[in-house]
């Protein structure tokens, strides 16, 4: 079974600190990405990764960057939270091409 | 405005009846799939149905999809209360690398 794992199920997190969101995925998939979820606006996406290295913004991607380095690992980067970044935020991966997405348990961001 | 806009915003039906959600979208899709979300989880993939086809089983479940109307229903057949989730249509745009845009959802409430 394709197993995405995220660092954190809940996080709590001062304005203006720098916040890590981990990502890891064991099935060698190319295509990861970064969604946040909030009520009434669904899922969108922050950030896409389709390679190491490589990456492509998304529909919202003000206020977050990303790193990957290693194709298993994909990581999520608040530089300065700010309150209105207090969201769900989920991460997916899935081979390349347009394939079914396997999403991570979810990381519940408080940030006061 | 969305690419995929779903219908009802929420549902509530006793166990053993059958539950209908729709998906509307807006430009020339490569596949769409159905995903559901038990709360405060990551999404689960449920079915991909290709634009070449009108419609696929999975167990109890069934999808259509109308290109020309540009729509696609999910049937969910004799549900059970462990159903109760939200369920997300999440559209690959022809050409695209990989990206879904999902839908707000449907809430989907099954009584014992």
């Known amino acids: 079974d394709v197993k995405v794992t995220q660092s954190s199920r809940y996080l709590v997190k001062r304005t203006g600190e720098k916040v890590f969101l981990e990502c890891v995925q064991d099935?060698?998939?190319?295509?990861m990405f970064w969604y946040r979820q909030d009520p009434g606006l669904g899922l969108r996406l922050i950030y896409f990764?389709?390679?190491?290295?490589?990456?492509e913004k998304g529909d919202i991607p003000e206020g977050y960057s990303v790193s990957r380095e290693k194709k298993e690992r994909f990581s999520l980067i608040l530089e300065s939270a700010s309150t209105n970044q207090t969201s769900m935020y989920l991460c997916?991966?899935?081979?390349?091409?347009?394939?079914?997405?396997?999403f991570g348990p979810g990381t519940r961001l408080t940030v006061t | 405005s969305q690419q995929g806009e779903e219908d009802p915003q929420a549902l509530s039906i006793q166990e053993g009846e059958n539950a209908t959600m729709n998906c509307s979208y807006k430009?020339?899709?490569?596949?769409l799939q159905w995903y559901r979300q038990n709360s405060g989880r990551g999404l689960v993939h449920l079915i991909l149905?290709?634009?070449?086809?009108r419609e696929k089983h999975s167990g109890r479940l069934r999808v259509t999809l109308d290109t020309s109307k540009k729509s696609s229903s999910l049937l969910i057949t004799a549900s059970r209360a462990a159903d109760t989730a939200s369920y997300f249509c999440?559209?690959?745009?022809?050409?695209?690398?990989?990206?879904?845009?999902f839908g707000q959802g449907t809430t989907l409430q099954v009584k014992p």
């Open positions: 990764s389709y390679d190491v290295k490589m990456k």
């Open positions: 997916a991966s899935s081979f390349a091409g347009i394939y079914e997405q396997y």
């Open positions: 149905i290709r634009s070449n086809e």
């Open positions: 999440a559209t690959a745009l022809s050409g695209n690398t990989g990206k879904l845009i």
């Open positions: 430009t020339s899709i490569n596949n």
């Open positions: 099935m060698d998939h190319e295509n």
